[in-house]
C-alpha cells in the first residue's frame, strides 16, 4: 500500500527538485514503483524505449556488448539521477544495456504518457524539456572529457 | 546374381557375413563391449559382438546389464558413434616444407582402407546422412571424408531394445531404417530360436548377401520382424512433440530464462559433442619441427563448448557458459536448418546418457516451451 | 583444400601496426568483400580481406593488421618471401545489384580495406551510380589508412569523401567525431541508396541503426562482419552467427537478415 503519492515521490526526487506541484501530479500519473534485484537489466539494446527510470535506491551500470570483448561499461548511475535518454527522440529505441548494481528501486515513467501529456500541455512540455536539457548537456559535457582518454599513453 | 529382397540368416549367416566382408578386404568394425560400455571397433567373429548384453540408460547414467537371450544387438547405442572412422578425431591435411631454397605444401592423400559398419542403427544412418551434407554438400568436399564414406559397406540393425534416452521417433529418424544401407538385419530371438530377416538395400549388398547360406524370407518371418521394429518405437525413452515446431520455438527464445537455468548445471566439459554422432566442428593446429623447415597441418575434432572456440579480438564471443550451451542446443535443433537444410538431431539420447549431469535436451526443449515468448506477456 | 604456395612482392607499412603485402599467387579472381586465408608456414592461417581492385591483373593487395602469432608472422614477410593462400571466399559487396542507387560507404578503422575493393570498382563505373560518398572513422590521423589514396579520391569531383577522427591534436584541421556524424550532412536519396558498412561491430550496429533512422532501407544496408575462422569452407563451425556461416553466406550480410541477431548477447 503506497504510503506517500506518486506525485510526492516525484517532487522529492532530485531530477524534479523545485518543480510545481501540478506538475508532479501529472509526471506522476505515468509513474509506478519498480524494483531491480541485482544484476537484473532495466532494458536492452534494441528493445523499444518505453520508459525511462528515477533512481531512488541502488546503482546502474550502462553498458554496450562488442563481441570478443564482452559487455563495455561505460557509465554508472547513482540514486538521485535518472536512466535512459532515448525516450526523448524518436525511433525510440534503447542504444545500450542498463544492469542494477546492486538491488535498485526506481520511479519508471512511462515515455509515451510523458510525451503525449507535454503535447497536450506545453508549461509542462517546457519544464520537461528545461530540465532534461540542462541534464543532457552535463552529460554531454563530461562524455567529451571522457572520450579524451586523457590517462592514455599519448600514440 | 543377387538374393531375393528378403532373406533370413542364421547367427552362422552373420558369421559369414562378417567373413565376406573381411574377404572383400574391409575393415570391418562393430559393436563390442569394452571398459564395461559398447563402443564400436574391429570385429572379427560372433565372439566380439556384445552377446547377451543389454544397456541402461538415463541422464548421466549408462550400465550394462546381461541378457538371457543370447541376443547380438540387444541394446541401443554407447558413447562412440560412426563419426569416430568417418570424419577423423584427427587427420593430416598437409603437410608443408619452407627451407630458404623453396617451398611446398603437399597434400596427405586419402586414406585408402575400406571400411564395413556393422550394426548401424536407423538414427545413425540418418546422422552420417547429415554429416554427408555438411562434408560433401558444400561448394569443396572434404576428400577424406569422402574416400572413406564413399567406399562403406553399411550393414544396418533395427533396434529391438531402445534405450531410455533414446527419441529417434520424435525426432523422424527411427526406429525403423529409411535407406542408406547395403543390408538391414532385424534380430529375431526367443522362443528357442535365433534368426535374422535381411533386406537388401544395394546392389553390393545383394552381391555379397548371394554368398551366405541363408532361406527366402516367409511372411511370417516378415511379420515378426515388423513387429520388433513397432514395438521398439512404442518404447521411446523420452520424446520431443511436434519437433517441427522446435526450430522457431528456440528462435524467439535466445533470451529465455531457461538458458541461465541450464547454465548453472553445465560443465560446458563438451562430452554431448564428443558422443554426438553429427557433431562435425574442427579445429587446426599446425606443428613444426624445431627448425621450422618442415612442419604439419593436422585438423582435429573440436567443440563448441571450449572458452576459445569462438576467440576474436582478444577474448571469446561466447564466454560465458550459458552462450556456449545455448549456441550447441540452438545450432542443433534450429540453426542447424538454415545452414544445412535438416535438423541435426536424431534422437539418439547419447548427449543425455553421457552429460555428467545429467542435462536432457527434451527437458530444455519442454522447459522453453512450457513459457515461450510468443505466449509470455512481455515485460520484465 | 590446400593453399598454394605464393610469394610476397612488396610490402607497405600503413600504420602502426598494419601492412598492405601484394601477394603473388598466379593470378586468382576475386570479387570485392571477399577473402583470402593466409598460411604461415609452421603457424597457422588467418582470413585477411583482399583490400586491392579486383580490376587490375597482378599480385592480389592484403590489409593486414598484426594482432596474434599468425598475423605477426605474416605481417614480417618481405618481398621474395613464401607463404600459402586458399580463396577466395564469402559473399561480395553488391555493386551490380546498386547500379542506379547513391551509394553511401561508411568505413570504420581497419573496416576500410575490405571496402577499398568495392570503392575501386565503384569509381571504374562511375556512370552506373547516383551519388557516391565515403565516409571513414577512425581513432586519430595517425590510424588513417590508405590516406594518400582517400585524398586522391577526394580530389575527384563525382565522389565525396569525408573523414574524421575520435580525437586530434591541433595540427588536424579535419572532422573530429563518431562517423554517424558524417550522415546528416552526407548527399544521398534515402528511398535510392544502397549503403557499405564495414568497421567494428559497435560502429556497425550504430551506424546501421543511424542509416535506417535516415531511411535507407534495412535490405539495402550491408555489413561486413566477423568471427573466429578456421577452414573458410562451411565445416569446422567455427564462423557461426546464428544461423549463418560467415565463410559461405557471409561475410556481407544485409541488415534486414542480421539487425536482431547483432543484438543478443554472446550469439
Not at chain 2, 545413425?124 to 546422412?129: F, G, N, R, S, V
Not at chain 2, 524370407?217 to 520388433?228: E, G, H, K, N, R
Amino acid at each position: 500500500m503506497e504510503v506517500r503519492g506518486l506525485e510526492r515521490l516525484i517532487c522529492e526526487h532530485p531530477v524534479f527538485a523545485g518543480m510545481a506541484l501540478e506538475h508532479c501530479d501529472l509526471v506522476g500519473g505515468c509513474a509506478k514503483n519498480v524494483r531491480f534485484d541485482k544484476g537484473a537489466y532495466l532494458f536492452r539494446e534494441g528493445e523499444p524505449a518505453d520508459e525511462f527510470f528515477l533512481i531512488r535506491h541502488g546503482r546502474v551500470a550502462l553498458e554496450i556488448t562488442a563481441p570478443g570483448r564482452g559487455a563495455l561499461r561505460f557509465s554508472t548511475v547513482n540514486a538521485g539521477e535518472f536512466v535512459g535518454e532515448s525516450w526523448l527522440v524518436a525511433p525510440y529505441r534503447w542504444i545500450f544495456d542498463a544492469q542494477a548494481l546492486e538491488l535498485t528501486r526506481a520511479l519508471s515513467i512511462d515515455a509515451r504518457c510523458l510525451r503525449e501529456k507535454c503535447e497536450g500541455d506545453h508549461d509542462l512540455g517546457y519544464e520537461m524539456m528545461k530540465r532534461f536539457m540542462a541534464m543532457l548537456v552535463q552529460r554531454l559535457q563530461a562524455a567529451q572529457l571522457q572520450m579524451l582518454d586523457v590517462y592514455g599513453n599519448s600514440a | 546374381m543377387t538374393a531375393a529382397r528378403h532373406s533370413v540368416l542364421t547367427r552362422d549367416g552373420v558369421q559369414a557375413l562378417l567373413d565376406a566382408l573381411h574377404r572383400r578386404g574391409c575393415r570391418v568394425l562393430g559393436p563390442t563391449v569394452c571398459d564395461r560400455a559398447i563402443v564400436y571397433d574391429d570385429i572379427a567373429s560372433l565372439a566380439d559382438l556384445p552377446r547377451g548384453w543389454t544397456d541402461e540408460q538415463a541422464g548421466g547414467r549408462y550400465r550394462l546389464l546381461p541378457r538371457d537371450d543370447g541376443a547380438l544387438f540387444g541394446y541401443a547405442v554407447g558413447p562412440h558413434s560412426w563419426k569416430k572412422f568417418l570424419h577423423a578425431p584427427a587427420q593430416l591435411l598437409w603437410h608443408a616444407e619452407h627451407t630458404p631454397t623453396g617451398a611446398s605444401i603437399v597434400p596427405e592423400p586419402p586414406a585408402a582402407e575400406r571400411l564395413a559398419f556393422v550394426g548401424v542403427r536407423a538414427c545413425e544412418l540418418h546422422a552420417i546422412a547429415i554429416q554427408d551434407r555438411v562434408l560433401l554438400g558444400g561448394a569443396y568436399a572434404d576428400p577424406h571424408y569422402r574416400a572413406r564414406r564413399e567406399g562403406a559397406f553399411i550393414a544396418a540393425v533395427h533396434c529391438a531394445e531402445p534405450g531410455g534416452t533414446c527419441f529417434c521417433a520424435s525426432m523422424n529418424a527411427g526406429p525403423k531404417v529409411a535407406g542408406g544401407y547395403d543390408l538391414a538385419l532385424t534380430e529375431i530371438v526367443g522362443a528357442g530360436e535365433h534368426r535374422f530377416v535381411v533386406d537388401v538395400g544395394s546392389e553390393e549388398g545383394g552381391a555379397v548377401l548371394a554368398e551366405l547360406p541363408r532361406r527366402a524370407a516367409t511372411p511370417a518371418d516378415l511379420a515378426a520382424a515388423d513387429a520388433v521394429v513397432a514395438n521398439a518405437a512404442a518404447r521411446m525413452g523420452r520424446a520431443i512433440p511436434a519437433a517441427e515446431e522446435v526450430p522457431a520455438l528456440l528462435r524467439r527464445n535466445l533470451d529465455h530464462p531457461r538458458w541461465d537455468d541450464v547454465a548453472g548445471r553445465c560443465l560446458t566439459c563438451g562430452n554431448c559433442t564428443m558422443v554426438c554422432p553429427t557433431c562435425f566442428c574442427t579445429t587446426v593446429e599446425d606443428v613444426a619441427s624445431l627448425d621450422g623447415a618442415a612442419s604439419e597441418h593436422v585438423q582435429r575434432w573440436d567443440s563448441c563448448f571450449t572458452t576459445d572456440f569462438s576467440y576474436l579480438h582478444g577474448g571469446s564471443v561466447r564466454a560465458s557458459p550459458r552462450a556456449r550451451y545455448r549456441q550447441w542446443m540452438t545450432h542443433k535443433l534450429s540453426t542447424w536448418w538454415e545452414q544445412f537444410g535438416t535438423s541435426g538431431c536424431v534422437g539418439c539420447g547419447r548427449c543425455v546418457t553421457w552429460c555428467p549431469v545429467g542435462i536432457d535436451i527434451t527437458e530444455e526443449v519442454a522447459a522453453i516451451r512450457a513459457s515461450d515468448a510468443a505466449v509470455r506477456e512481455s515485460g520484465r | 583444400m590446400v593453399p598454394v604456395v605464393a610469394q610476397v612482392r612488396t610490402r607497405r607499412r600503413e600504420t602502426r601496426d598494419t601492412w598492405t603485402l601484394a601477394i603473388d599467387a598466379g593470378g586468382l579472381k576475386f570479387r570485392p568483400g571477399q577473402f583470402n586465408m593466409l598460411y604461415a608456414f609452421g603457424i597457422g592461417e588467418i582470413p585477411v580481406s583482399i583490400s586491392g581492385d579486383p580490376g587490375m591483373p597482378g599480385p592480389l593487395i592484403h590489409t593486414v593488421r598484426a594482432v596474434g602469432d599468425v598475423s605477426q608472422a605474416v605481417t614480417r614477410l618481405k618481398p621474395g618471401d613464401a607463404l600459402g593462400l586458399r580463396g577466395p571466399f564469402g559473399t561480395a559487396w553488391p555493386l551490380a545489384e546498386s547500379r542506379g542507387s547513391d551509394i553511401v560507404v561508411i568505413a570504420g578503422g581497419l573496416g576500410l580495406a575490405p571496402l577499398r575493393p568495392a570503392i575501386y570498382r565503384l569509381i571504374a563505373e562511375r556512370d552506373r551510380y547516383g551519388r557516391i560518398a565515403v565516409l571513414y572513422g577512425t581513432r586519430s590521423p595517425q590510424d588513417i589508412l590508405f590516406r594518400r589514396e582517400l585524398e586522391g579520391w577526394r580530389r575527384r569531383l563525382d565522389v565525396a569523401i569525408e573523414v574524421t577522427v575520435d580525437h586530434a591534436d591541433p595540427n588536424w584541421h579535419g572532422h573530429v567525431g563518431v562517423v554517424t556524424k558524417l550522415i546528416g550532412s552526407a548527399a544521398f536519396d534515402p528511398d535510392h541508396t544502397v549503403a557499405f558498412l564495414c568497421g567494428p561491430e559497435i560502429m556497425m550496429r550504430f551506424t546501421a541503426a543511424a542509416l535506417e533512422a535516415a531511411g535507407v532501407a534495412a535490405e539495402r544496408i550491408h555489413l561486413s562482419l566477423e568471427r573466429n575462422m578456421k577452414c573458410a569452407i562451411g565445416q569446422c563451425g567455427h564462423c557461426q552467427f546464428g544461423p549463418t556461416l560467415l565463410c559461405r553466406d557471409g561475410a556481407v550480410l544485409s541488415y534486414d537478415r542480421v539487425s536482431r541477431l547483432l543484438t543478443v548477447r554472446e550469439l
